[in-house]
């Protein structure tokens, strides 16, 4: 089995001393990596070197599987990229340069046969979201076994897509989030947002009636309406509910 291409160095590898060169220059061969032709080829972009070598290792134990490459940064990766193409990128999210939605979207724009998980620790829907929209194949989170790496791999690899649960989970607490926020966006009227949103920054009702030229009695009616819309019954719980469905303009 071959080492790991730590490319921090991509051509200076220890690769280098099973290359022969012919006598053409300008012709460079790696005997061992004839080994990848029937097998899964896997780059890993993360760093934390201590967490790109033990997922190596994990994956070492499927023979349908090999790490071709690991990389520190978002430049060394896309250095790396121009000479060693990998079937399956394991890509971290917070990268020292760059990050990973902006890697993916290089990526996918200049090697588009490349296909990416996310392996991270965020599981906050605001990355996984990130993520998705940049077109990556799969999610995982970092504690997943070995057997759940090597499945969402496979899947991915044979042009599926793979969350793991938990990310499923978040995802679909998000869509009935967003839903229930179109709901309600086109439930409320235009003055009871205008009037969400004072009371949301600590304005009293004397004080919205003054600013939007109404009665203390008008915006109170608004105020209940809006109580009974969104299913609360103080003004604190009105706020962050308002705030988990995204109504405020922050």
Same mark, same amino acid.
């Given at each position: 089995?071959?080492?790991?291409?730590?490319?921090?160095?991509?051509?200076?590898?220890?690769?280098?001393?099973?290359?022969?060169?012919?006598?053409?220059?300008?012709?460079?061969?790696?005997?061992?990596?004839?080994?990848?032709?029937?097998?899964?080829?896997?780059?890993?972009?993360?760093?934390?070197?201590?967490?790109?070598?033990?997922?190596?290792?994990?994956?070492?134990?499927?023979?349908?599987?090999?790490?071709?490459?690991?990389?520190?940064?978002?430049?060394?990766?896309?250095?790396? !990229? +121009?000479?060693?193409?990998?079937?399956? $990128?394991?890509?971290? @999210?917070? *990268?020292?340069?760059?990050? &990973?939605?902006? #890697?993916?979207?290089?990526?996918?724009?200049?090697?588009?046969?490349?296909?990416?998980?996310?392996?991270?620790?965020?599981?906050?829907?605001?990355?996984i979201k990130?993520?998705?929209?940049?077109?990556?194949?799969?999610?995982? !989170? +970092?504690?997943?076994?070995?057997?759940? $790496?090597?499945?969402? @791999?496979? *899947?991915?690899?044979?042009? &599926?897509?793979? #969350?793991?649960?938990?990310?499923?989970k978040l995802?679909?607490?998000?869509?009935?989030?967003?839903?229930?926020?179109?709901?309600?966006?086109?439930?409320?009227?235009?003055?009871?947002?205008?009037?969400l949103q004072?009371?949301?920054?600590?304005?009293?009702?004397?004080?919205?009636?003054?600013?939007?030229?109404?009665?203390?009695?008008?915006?109170?009616?608004?105020?209940?309406?809006?109580?009974?819309?969104?299913?609360?019954?103080?003004?604190?719980?009105?706020?962050?509910?308002?705030?988990?469905?995204?109504?405020?303009?922050?």
């Amino acid at each position: 089995m071959t080492d790991v291409l730590d490319v921090g160095n991509v051509i200076n590898t220890s690769l280098t001393s099973n290359t022969s060169v012919t006598s053409d220059p300008s012709h460079t061969i790696f005997p061992d990596l004839t080994i990848f032709i029937n097998m899964i080829k896997i780059s890993i972009a993360d760093d934390h070197g201590l967490i790109a070598e033990g997922v190596a290792n994990m994956l070492r134990y499927s023979a349908e599987m090999e790490v071709v490459a690991t990389y520190p940064n978002g430049a060394t990766l896309l250095e790396g !990229l +121009k000479f060693i193409l990998p079937d399956i $990128l394991l890509l971290d @999210i917070q *990268m020292p340069d760059k990050q &990973g939605d902006e #890697l993916a979207a290089i990526i996918k724009k200049q090697y588009p046969g490349v296909k990416i998980i996310a392996l991270t620790s965020f599981d906050t829907i605001f990355y996984i979201k990130s993520m998705l929209q940049h077109n990556v194949e799969g999610y995982l !989170l +970092k504690h997943v076994s070995r057997e759940v $790496l090597t499945d969402a @791999i496979k *899947m991915v690899y044979d042009g &599926g897509t793979y #969350l793991d649960e938990t990310v499923t989970k978040l995802v679909q607490e998000d869509a009935v989030i967003v839903k229930r926020q179109k709901e309600l966006g086109r439930l409320l009227t235009k003055r009871e947002k205008e009037i969400l949103q004072l009371i949301a920054a600590n304005l009293t009702s004397n004080e919205i009636a003054e600013k939007l030229f109404i009665s203390k009695r008008t915006v109170d009616h608004h105020r209940e309406s809006i109580l009974s819309k969104l299913d609360v019954k103080k003004t604190s719980a009105l706020i962050q509910k308002a705030i988990e469905l995204n109504l405020l303009q922050i």
